[in-house]
């Protein structure tokens, strides 16, 4: 730190710039990209409708919309559309614009962690891996991590949503049952994936769980829909519909650690190395240009949207549209990057983490959740917060003497994951997707009380089982 000059701010700053572009950046831009593609398309149309038209127990149609949807859209996309779109299409289906609303913000915190295809996750074990770049076996084991210490609210999230939507007394078993089938069924899936698979795909293919469960419940158990005015649709047109996300995970999962040589082959081709001169000597910034996600996104979207019926121009013009839109939050992502290196290599972040440590002592566990919660409300994004305090959290672990410190540091996005509820970003989306303008505070007051649960419950798992 004392050597910190004027030219390694520079370097620090030029590390966070390229932190941001490769690939978090890419990732996000193709994330939005590929759900940009869908309403082009109007595939976002057959989806919404697939979602409201099963079933007439408005338990599980909320569920459904929310945890089901709305989880997949979080793994997919993030940024948002897992709670504009759920609400709004709630509103549409007759429920009243603060109750979707706050179902939606409470469904979106636990797949947030894994949002965009693992961005959050997956920065946050780069911020703490040597030389910028988390091994296969660190993100997988701090992936299985955040979802173990997750795995209550996977459960009581669902009650709590299923609850708002109808509590009476008749309904708290059914509810209760409901909840820990598919709660159990998600977190079950989720743990598996990321302990096998990495923080890529677990809030993927447990909400695919998820949705699966939600149906087969209930065919077993829930009334039948009436017959009306819904609109049915062939296999062809719903293969048509989901082609961009089927596209996308396909590429996900041929790329990832499910087949070896694949994963071996990109991550050991077109691979850039930059020394920078903050660096140690035989280290380097790295990028695979064919190994990260995404260029899966970009595949799977192009693909996906060819077969929906739009051209090769169009999708070209989509995707200037979305790096436009985007602009803003391109600008906050390479800030806040920029802001974390430099804290880290002028030694900020160390000083920080001594003080948590010396007055929180033994009881600092119970606290690391709060931290990314505060890093989310802050930015609004759990990548962020993750870039903020990641090295936080590692540096008070290693001052603490914990023998595993990744569990602490995957308590700060345990944490993230529940600011996310409460954040202004969040709010903000839920207020305009609910048309509920001058309403924020209305809907942060609502939100609030399951937020600072969700964040004890969180410290709690982290406290106990470090």
């Known amino acids: 730190p004392d050597a910190f000059t004027a030219a390694g701010v520079g370097w620090a700053l030029v590390e966070g710039i390229l932190k941001a572009i490769f690939p978090i950046l890419i990732i996000i831009l193709m994330a939005i990209f590929s759900y940009d593609v869908l309403v082009e398309s109007k595939g976002i149309e057959v989806i919404k409708n697939q979602f409201s038209s099963f079933s007439d127990d408005r338990g599980i149609t909320v569920l459904m919309l929310v945890w089901g949807f709305g989880g997949l859209l979080e793994g997919m996309a993030g940024f948002g559309t897992a709670v504009a779109i759920p609400a709004a299409i709630l509103i549409s289906l007759g429920y009243k614009p603060l109750f979707s609303a706050l179902v939606a913000l409470i469904a979106n915190t636990v797949p947030t962690g894994f949002g965009a295809v693992g961005v959050p996750v997956i920065t946050l074990c780069n911020e703490v891996a040597p030389g910028g770049t988390a091994s296969s076996e660190a993100i997988c084991q701090i992936s299985s991590y955040t979802?173990?210490?997750?795995?209550?609210?996977?459960?009581?999230?669902?009650?709590?949503?299923?609850?708002?939507?109808?509590?009476?007394?008749?309904?708290?078993?059914?509810?209760?049952?409901?909840?820990?089938?598919v709660g159990g069924v998600s977190v079950g899936v989720q743990y598996v994936v990321a302990h096998y698979l990495g923080a890529e795909t677990p809030a993927i293919i447990g909400s695919v769980a998820a949705i699966l469960a939600i149906i087969v419940y209930a065919r077993l158990f829930a009334p039948k829909k009436k017959t009306g005015n819904e609109q049915h649709y062939t296999w062809g047109e719903t293969l048509k519909?989901?082609?961009?996300?089927?596209?996308?995970?396909?590429?996900?999962?041929?790329?990832?650690?499910?087949?070896?040589?694949?994963?071996?082959?990109?991550?050991?081709?077109?691979?850039?190395?930059?020394?920078?001169?903050?660096?140690?000597?035989?280290?380097?910034?790295?990028?695979?240009?064919?190994?990260?996600?995404?260029?899966?996104?970009?595949?799977?979207?192009?693909?996906g949207g060819l077969i929906q019926g739009l051209s090769l121009r169009q999708l070209l013009t989509v995707l200037a549209r979305?790096?436009?839109?985007?602009?803003?939050?391109?600008?906050?992502?390479?800030?806040?990057?920029?802001?974390?290196?430099?804290?880290?290599?002028?030694?900020?972040?160390?000083?920080?983490?001594?003080?948590?440590?010396?007055?929180?002592?033994?009881?600092?566990?119970?606290?690391?959740?709060?931290?990314?919660?505060?890093?989310?409300?802050?930015?609004?994004?759990?990548?962020s917060a993750n870039i903020l305090f990641a090295k936080?959290?590692?540096?008070?672990?290693?001052?603490?003497?914990?023998?595993?410190?990744?569990?602490?540091?995957?308590?700060?996005?345990?944490?993230?994951?529940?600011?996310?509820?409460?954040?202004?970003?969040?709010?903000?989306?839920?207020?305009?997707?609910?048309?509920?303008?001058?309403?924020?505070?209305?809907?942060?007051?609502?939100?609030?009380?399951?937020?600072?649960?969700?964040?004890?419950?969180?410290?709690?798992?982290?406290?106990?089982?470090?």
């Not at 040589?261 to 077109?270: A, G, R, S, V």
């Open 322 to 383: 979305t790096v436009v839109k985007l602009r803003k939050t391109v600008l906050t992502i390479i800030s806040l990057i920029a802001l974390a290196s430099i804290m880290n290599y002028s030694g900020m972040i160390m000083v920080i983490a001594s003080a948590l440590a010396t007055t929180t002592g033994t009881f600092y566990p119970l606290f690391a959740p709060l931290i990314g919660a505060v890093g989310t409300f802050v930015t609004g994004s759990d990548t």
């Open 147 to 181: 979802v173990l210490q997750l795995s209550p609210l996977f459960i009581i999230l669902p009650f709590i949503i299923l609850m708002l939507t109808d509590h009476s007394r008749r309904a708290w078993l059914k509810n209760a049952l409901l909840a820990v089938w």
């Open 241 to 303: 519909a989901w082609s961009v996300y089927l596209f996308i995970l396909f590429f996900v999962l041929v790329s990832g650690p499910l087949f070896p040589d694949i994963n071996q082959f990109l991550k050991t081709h077109l691979v850039s190395r930059i020394a920078l001169p903050i660096y140690p000597e035989g280290t380097y910034f790295t990028f695979g240009w064919i190994s990260n996600a995404g260029l899966m996104l970009f595949l799977g979207t192009l693909i």
């Open 392 to 466: 936080l959290q590692a540096n008070v672990a290693s001052q603490l003497n914990y023998a595993d410190p990744n569990w602490l540091v995957a308590a700060n996005t345990t944490g993230a994951t529940g600011g996310k509820m409460i954040s202004p970003q969040s709010i903000a989306i839920a207020t305009a997707a609910c048309d509920m303008q001058g309403k924020d505070g209305e809907i942060l007051r609502s939100a609030l009380p399951y937020a600072v649960m969700y964040i004890i419950v969180g410290g709690l798992m982290v406290f106990f089982s470090v």
